[in-house]
Every structure is written in C-alpha cells, then in structure tokens.
C-alpha cells in the first residue's frame, strides 16, 4: 500500500491556494498540494502547543519506539519515497537513496537522545539539592530548502520530536511531498500522537509567520544565506533562538604533491553532485601551480564526459537544476565570469532546465562564479604558488563551512586547515559530507555555528533548566 496518495493530499491540512508538484525534468504534474498561508501557522502552533505537553511526559522509551519506527519506515518505502525524491527534486537515484539512508539513520540517532541523561546534579552553599534539567522548548519551528530535501526537515524534526517538542515544519513549495508531506506520512505510520507534526508547505510569508509566532520559541532554518540573515534578525526582535545552517563557496585545496590520478574524481564528485545544488559543494578549486594545467585539463575532460539527463527515465550523472529561476543565475554568473576573463574549459550550456557541468580556469576576483554561492554544477579553478597564499585564498570569503585538502601529507593539511575559519575540513576528501552522527553547521555567513548532530541537538532543542529542593522552608533575616 503506498505511504503517499496525491488524491488525499487536497483533503487535509491548510485552507491555502492549490499548488501543483512539477517535476523539473519535464515539466509534467505530479500532483497538487495546498499551500499554507500565513493564518494557518498560528492554528498549527495552537495545535502543537496543546498536544506537546502529554508528548513530553510520555516516558522516553515511547518516544524512542516511534522514532526508531519511522527509521525503519524509510527504509521499508524507500522505492516509493526514492521516486518522489527523483522526480521531484531532480535527484538521481544514488542521490536519493542516500537521503534516504540518513534520513533513517537521523530517526535512529534521535531515537538514541531520548533516553540520554537530562542533567546533572550541582554543589550548592545551601543545604539543598541542587541540579540541572533538559526540558522541552515547546514548539520547534523547521524552514527546510529544496536541495536535499529529506535530510534537511528530518535532520531538525528526528531530534525536536525524540526530545518531547512539537514541529511545525515549513517545506520549500517547490519539493513539498519529499520534503515534508513524506514525513508526515512516516511520522503517522510510525504512531505519532496527532498534532505532534505539522507540515505546511508555503512562501516566505508563511516562513515569516512561523518565525513572528508567539508559541515557536526556537526556529531552525537552512537555506541561502540572505533569507538567513531576514530569519536571524526577526528571530532576534522577538527574543527567540534561531538555528542557522546558511550558504557556502567551500574551497577543496589541491597541494602540490597530491595524487592526481585520485583527485579528479574527488573533485568532480565535490562540484557536481546534485547539479552543485548543496551548500556544501566545492566552489573553488584552488590548485598548486604546478599541477594547474593538468588539473584544468583533466576535470574538463571528466566534466565533458558526464551524462546530463532525466533521472527518472535515463541513467545518468547529472539530473535538472530545480527551475527556471535558478538556471538563469547560473547561466549569468557563468558568462559574466567568462566576460570578465574566466576562461571556460568545459561546459557552460545547458538545455531546458538541463546545465552541463561546467569548468572556469582562470577564475579570480573578478568573476563572479568564483567570489559568490553558484548552487550550480560550475567548478572554477584557481592557482596558487604556497600554503600561505592557499590559506590566504581559501579564507578570503564570507562564507564558512566546509574545506577540503588533498595531500600525501595529512600532518600538513591538518597545519593548514587551523589557518582556515571554517566549520567543517576533510582531509583528502571533497567538501559535500554528511553523517547522522557528526555535527554540522559553518561560521561566519554559513550560518550560527554548529547546530545539528550529537551533543548539537540537545542545545539547540532543549532549555537548561536549574532547580533546587530543601527539606524544609530557607530561613532569612526579614
């Protein structure tokens, strides 16, 4: 029986406009959603409010099961929910069945912090007992982008729930069934009491209603780092904890004795995987001078070589950008590099919604594609002559989150990576990683500094709380 029926989407939830699923690859419908607006947060939050209390009282063990259920229900509807991962988000099959295996391994990590120690026991001057406790924020609000679509609602909502929160979780329009109606679904078959997850797919209006409600102490966002900077500061104005996981242009620095017969395909992976569209991808590649012109070479080729197509249909490499809008500022960011001296050694066109990975050698300052997020498949090349200008090149950016260094020397890379601010550094690896169990998040305009996995989820969805109890009544002077 499938877990997700377009016919009954229409039937519940909010009162909004219909929205139709497009898939980017053709264009065709997939289905039609209703879209919330901004009256319907407040309703949703209500709801949540009044249905989290007994949630977070139910003993840990209850919410445990439901969370290591809905792990498993991942992977029992992986064929169903890998389509709609395919033909919605423009995912290629082996990108979607990794959404798919960290989506379940985030429910079963989840699982794991219900039962974790809640606090600990204090000294106190008085006699007493004095100790700290985790309790519940409330209500968490999740804003999720289109690009990974299930990792990125369930990374927030796995661990908000397992910890005695409700969820109010705002999808992207764009990828509403895969980003959030899907989870409703898992999350209902699982035995989630009723009113513990709201899915309201919707516009920044309704993102920012979800941010301004009184009842949503805690909002976790991930998207582009404008949109980011808009959530921080309405956060900040109504005196709530905002969550951010924002852009990136990640270097992967080639130093000069590196394997180059190993590093092109690093490389590729860390530009190319999912049309460039994660904020993890490899924005700049930054390359000793004495391997530039073999490097530039030898991704061109591989670029040149990779398969562009229909995911759902083909056996491909790279499946379509998410729509129109995102094609035309790739397209312009590319010629305007190339205007301004960027040499295109690969790629650089595109059919339909379809861009051909694309390599820029000579990029610079002055182009574009190199200083800014492209959330494309566009890899721009630069030279370097020393670790000091390597560090130097790879810090000169606003962004911070991820770096990759590849070298036979790790006891270098490690050097070099302390030189670099930065959230996230792998050592003779790309920058696009990801695991349930490892912290996540990036500094400066890559968000708030590490907000998700481990030890992560426990601040960022819980208060401290301090309490004390005496025997008897404390005496005092007056």
């Not at 051909?356 to 002055?366: E, I, K, N």
């Not at 560090?391 to 006891?411: E, H, K, N």
Request: proline share 7%; charged share 20%; hydrophobic share 45%.
């Amino acid at each position: 029986m499938p877990l997700l029926d377009p016919k009954t989407w229409q039937d519940r939830g909010p009162a909004g406009p219909a929205h139709t699923v497009t898939e980017p690859a053709t264009g065709d419908a997939l289905g039609t959603v209703t879209l919330a607006a901004p009256g319907d947060v407040g309703d949703a939050a209500r709801a949540a409010r009044a249905a989290q209390g007994d949630w977070a009282r139910a003993p840990h063990f209850q919410r445990a099961q439901v969370l290591r259920r809905a792990g498993d229900l991942f992977t029992e509807h992986a064929e169903e929910l890998r389509d709609w991962l395919v033909r919605e988000s423009g995912s290629i099959p082996g990108k979607a069945d990794f959404e798919l295996h960290v989506a379940a391994q985030e429910c079963y990590e989840a699982a794991a912090l219900a039962s974790r120690p809640t606090g600990q026991v204090l000294p106190s001057e008085a006699p007493r007992l004095s100790y700290t406790r985790r309790v519940p924020v409330g209500v968490v609000g999740v804003i999720s982008p289109f690009n990974a679509p299930l990792i990125l609602s369930i990374r927030s909502v796995a661990p908000a729930l397992a910890l005695g929160n409700a969820v109010v979780l705002k999808p992207d329009p764009r990828t509403a069934v895969c980003g959030g109606l899907a989870l409703a679904a898992v999350f209902a078959e699982a035995g989630l009491p009723g009113d513990l997850l709201h899915v309201l797919p919707g516009g920044a209006e309704t993102g920012r209603a979800l941010v301004e409600d009184p009842l949503v102490p805690v909002i976790s966002f991930t998207g582009s780092t404008a949109a980011g900077r808009a959530v921080g500061e309405a956060a900040g104005r109504h005196l709530k904890r905002a969550h951010l996981e924002l852009g990136g242009n990640s270097a992967l620095i080639v130093l000069d004795d590196a394997d180059l017969d190993a590093v092109i395909s690093t490389a590729a992976w860390g530009s190319f995987f999912h049309q460039g569209q994660i904020c993890m991808t490899t924005g700049r590649h930054l390359v000793h001078a004495s391997l530039y012109d073999e490097y530039v070479e030898r991704l061109a080729a591989k670029a040149d070589a990779l398969t562009v197509g229909d995911p759902h249909r083909e056996r491909v490499h790279l499946g379509p950008v998410i729509d129109a809008g995102q094609l035309a500022k790739i397209d312009g960011l590319v010629r305007t590099s190339t205007a301004r001296g960027a040499k295109l050694a690969a790629g650089g066109t595109h059919e339909q919604l379809f861009y051909r990975p694309t390599v820029l050698a000579d990029a610079g300052d002055d182009a574009p594609a190199y200083t800014e997020e492209v959330f494309g498949p566009v890899a721009p090349v630069r030279s370097f002559t020393s670790a000091d200008e390597a560090a130097a090149l790879a810090a000169d950016s606003p962004y911070g989150l991820s770096l990759g260094i590849v070298t036979r020397d790790t006891a270098r890379a490690l050097d070099l990576a302390e030189r670099i601010p930065t959230g996230i550094v792998h050592v003779n690896d790309q920058t696009v990683n990801d695991e349930a169990v490892a912290p996540f998040g990036g500094v400066a305009a890559s968000g708030t500094g590490v907000r998700f996995g481990g030890e992560a989820n426990l601040d960022a969805f819980t208060e401290l709380r301090w309490t004390t109890v005496r025997g008897d009544v404390a005496p005092y002077p007056f």
